[in-house]
């Protein structure tokens, strides 16, 4: 299985596809299976795309993950496969594969310490793409596609791989929690409006029911604590554990980002009523 | 085969296809197909995701559908599978499964009356999830995964199903017809704009060319009718009978919607002339 | 294996792979691995999507291509299958397919002069219809499977099909270019603002760095030539080679067609400095 992960939109994707496709077809392999993650992450946004990875990729079976979030397509930044236990990660060296790599690993170390703890990064020699704009279809697609063929188990049978521990780092900043509340930041927000923190979720136990004054760069909002978004009236806001496990920002059938008046790198303050 | 349908957009579909895979994966089984439908039904709306189900499920050949439009994610809504003849559709006990699942089984019964007849609904014994906001992932994705591997004429031999007979019931509204014209309602507005009514397209039969009164919340507004939408100028109304086999309210290259001035749920009258 | 490109949007497509699916289903025979290309070309734009078209399904390997997008639909345009080298295209007569079926069989050709040589086309014979509306579902979709049955190779077969030479023809405009620069002519914009011209992106050779003065039907922008976006400064404009191999307006992290103020079929000129 190759799964895909892109900020591309439409119809760009589909030449990835292709292209896996013919370079399986061209040596009489099957096809692996692709499957897309998304096509739509927030455009040239690394660490959203980080956080959506880390968020997803750990549902899937072992699998190689080919990922092109790459606002320095055409620059000198390089090229990397990561090896994260069964995964392989394929993507540009900006650090949008490294939390969900460590995810995929079971690596629980200090990432901001030690990006690579765990895991097992690849530099790729890139030979002279037929693109400067679009290395998505040009080289990640390739590599992914010889990553499943060598198989995870066996990179360093890939003569343009080489190990490396020099690579860009990414990390998502640090909450403070105490018994009265947290300080913490948006980290990204859903198509639906749904405003996800990096507060962990475990702050709310006990709490449901009670009220939470969140502050912003705007002022202040308060809202109910409630496990669910049918639990406050259409249009109310509400303070949540999201599926991510995070303190999460919404409104029952509408949108947090605007009732809370926040958006993605936004800082927030929770006081617990 | 596994149909996936949802309201959920991106990327969290995603998890739904990574935890059905692993299912399958961690029991050293093969993973069917996966085949979305749609990830981009109207929000939080069931009876148009019902319209919609209805209108594509009947396409498959005998599969495994998976929906989740489900407003009340984190209440006490009970999670169902229903067999509908080969079929087996999985999800939130709001009616969105049935009127596809009693097109699956054929059943032509009246569906305000006996909401299950033709079809076998079974509640899902649901253990308590990891989130209370994604039983997407957390419930219906490996309820699916596990109604598939079993088998749709097995559904006995799972523990977690036992048949029941208290669905919530879902059916659209009946319009009434007579020789002069047709009243009715608006089911749903497609992404471009064009409007399908509950009026069956029956109505037009031999009025190819005649003009129709289209009675709105705001007015009438005059329109042929022609079979298809190149049979008026570009910009201009049409009535039509649509590929569900309703009556369509529609715009040749532009918005239905806009131009006879309606929404999802507006009442209709069609005057013929 | 089957590709799908449309302009349906959501869920039509849906329908289209349930209808693929239950034909080789109902002849227990394996369904072939479908690909979605694209489902949101811009709506009834046939010289869009045969832009799109020739730049992706070249990357794929030998396939079986059903495209929809027909503007016509329901009028009596011919319904055609077109052989090219070992991969076929079904579709509507609008020319939609014969840039990318071109392409795939390596015909190197005047297409304004010769718009089928080294392509085969074949006529459909359409039965009548189930639906004027929804020919993906009701004719493309069906033949699609049905070629991919017998085989691109055995078309012959297929008692549908007979050979034509007579279609409906499509080419790009072409541009003019001499060494002070070249006049040509918005193909698209893609999703994201990148301006696509029809010039070749040669005209750029050792230009990299210097400056062109782009003239549009609203006056003329300067923006300095730059082999990949992150080469300028982030909002600032660029002119690129794009990975489609023609000169594009672009604008890092931003959108180029704003920057530039054009839109597709606009007339351009290109002055090098």
Tied chains: 1, 2, 3.
């Excluded at 040596?27 to 040239?44: G, T």
């Excluded at 990922?67 to 397509?73: M, S």
């Excluded at 930041?185 to 639906?192: Q, R, S």
Aim: hydrophobic share 45%; with cysteine; glycine share 10%.
């Amino acid at each position: 299985m190759i799964t895909l992960a892109t900020d591309f939109g439409d119809p760009y994707p589909a030449a990835m596809k292709g292209v896996v496709a013919r370079r399986f077809a061209d040596a009489d392999a099957p096809v692996p299976r692709l499957v897309d993650v998304s096509h739509r992450f927030p455009r040239q946004d690394v660490r959203s795309a980080a956080f959506w990875l880390r968020f997803v990729l750990p549902e899937f079976p072992p699998a190689v993950h080919c990922v092109v979030v790459d606002p320095g397509v055409g620059t000198d930044r390089a090229a990397l496969v990561v090896r994260a236990g069964e995964h392989a990660l394929v993507g540009p060296d900006n650090g949008v594969l490294l939390p969900a790599a460590r995810a995929l690993a079971g690596a629980d170390c200090d990432a901001a310490t030690d990006p690579t703890a765990g895991i097992e990064p690849f530099e790729v020699a890139v030979e002279d793409p037929d693109s400067h704009t679009f290395h998505g279809r040009d080289v990640f697609a390739p590599v992914a596609a010889d990553v499943h063929r060598a198989g995870v188990a066996d990179l360093d049978r890939l003569p343009a791989l080489s190990r490396t521990g020099d690579v860009d780092p990414l990390s998502f900043p640090e909450p403070t929690v105490d018994g009265d509340g947290a300080a913490g930041e948006v980290l990204v927000v859903d198509e639906f409006g749904n405003v996800v923190t990096n507060v962990p979720g475990g702050v709310l136990d006990g709490r449901e029911g009670t009220t939470v004054a969140v502050g912003t760069p705007d002022g202040t909002v308060t809202a109910p604590v409630a496990r669910s978004y049918a639990r406050v009236g259409s249009g109310d806001r509400l303070v949540t554990v999201g599926s991510h496990g995070n303190v999460e920002l919404a409104v029952n059938r509408g949108r947090g980002d605007e009732a809370f008046g926040v958006a993605a790198r936004d800082r927030i303050d929770l006081a617990f009523g």
